[in-house]
C-alpha cells in the first residue's frame, strides 16, 4: 500500500506537486531546475517524471527538458466546463439585475480563459467567445487576478505573455501595471478602462479562496457602464464571486 501523508496518498500529492511546479515555471522545466524547487530526492522527481511520462501527463522534450503534456488539456476543458456551469446562474443573475454582459474567466498558464458567459440583452453590448484566451495586464479579470499574486510571479506572467497595448488606453511597462494592481488591492476590484476595445469598460473581481485563480466581471459601454453603475455593479459583483467561492469550497469539501 502506498505511504500516506496528511490523510492522502503521499505518490500522488508529490506527483501533483511537480504537475503545479512545472505549471508554476511557465509549462517547460529542466529536471534539475524541478530539484531546486522541491525538498524531494532526485531519485523521486525522476521516478515521477517516469510515470507521469508514460501516462502522458508530461512530455519530455528533445532538449531533455520536461513539459506538461497533452492529457491535461482534455481534463483541464473539462474542469473549466464544470466551472463555468456553477458559475453561470450567478452571472445570469447579474446580467438580469446590472443588464450588462457578464463573464468568467480562469488564468491559463500566462494567460486568461474565458469560460463562461451570460450576455446582455442590449443589441449594443459587450460579447465574449467562451474559449477565448487574452492577456491579464489590460482585461478587466486579468488584473483582478493579478492583483491576488506576489509581485515576483505577476513579472514572471507578463514577462512570458508580453504585454501588447491594443488601444491607446492599454497598459504598457510592468512599473505601472504594479501601480495599477496596488491600486486594485486597495479598493478591492479591477476596471479595465477602455483598454481591450475603445468604448467598452469592464468592472472585475476575483473569486476568493478559489482553488485556481479566477475573477468575475461585467462590461458594456462606456455610455452606460459608468460611475452610477459601478456603485450598484461592485456590491454585486463581491456577492456572487463569495457565493461562487462557498460553492467551490463545498464542492471541495465533499
Do not use: W
Not at 508580453?162 to 488591492?185: A, V
Amino acid at each position: 500500500m502506498a505511504e500516506k501523508a496528511s490523510g492522502g496518498v503521499q505518490s500522488v500529492e508529490r506527483a501533483f506537486e511537480l504537475l503545479e511546479l512545472i505549471t508554476n515555471a511557465g509549462g517547460e522545466v529542466t529536471l534539475s531546475e524541478l530539484s531546486s524547487f522541491t525538498s524531494l530526492p532526485l531519485p523521486t522527481i525522476h521516478r515521477l517524471l517516469r510515470t507521469l511520462v508514460s501516462l502522458g501527463y508530461v512530455r519530455q522534450l528533445a532538449n531533455r527538458r520536461y513539459s506538461l503534456g497533452p492529457r491535461l488539456i482534455r481534463l483541464g476543458e473539462v474542469a473549466n466546463k464544470q466551472l463555468g456551469s456553477l458559475a453561470r446562474p450567478h452571472l445570469k443573475k447579474l446580467v438580469e439585475t446590472l443588464g450588462e454582459s457578464a463573464n468568467m474567466a480562469v488564468l491559463d498558464s500566462e494567460m486568461v480563459v474565458y469560460i463562461a458567459q451570460v450576455p446582455s440583452p442590449h443589441s449594443m453590448r459587450m460579447f465574449t467567445e467562451v474559449g477565448r484566451r487574452a492577456h491579464t495586464h489590460d482585461t478587466g479579470v486579468g488584473k483582478a487576478i493579478l492583483a491576488q499574486l506576489e509581485d515576483d510571479t505577476v513579472r514572471d506572467i507578463v514577462t512570458r505573455a508580453g504585454m501588447p497595448t491594443p488601444t491607446e488606453m492599454s497598459i504598457g511597462n510592468i512599473s505601472d501595471l504594479m501601480l495599477e494592481l496596488k491600486n486594485i488591492r486597495e479598493r478591492g476590484y479591477s476596471i479595465d478602462e477602455q483598454e481591450q476595445e475603445i468604448g467598452v469598460r469592464c468592472f472585475a473581481m476575483a473569486v476568493p479562496d478559489a482553488p485556481t485563480p479566477m475573477a468575475i466581471s461585467v462590461s458594456g459601454p462606456v455610455s452606460r457602464v459608468d460611475d452610477a453603475f459601478a456603485k450598484r455593479a461592485v456590491p454585486l459583483l463581491q456577492s456572487a464571486a463569495e457565493q461562487i467561492s462557498a460553492q467551490l469550497n463545498a464542492a471541495a469539501a465533499s
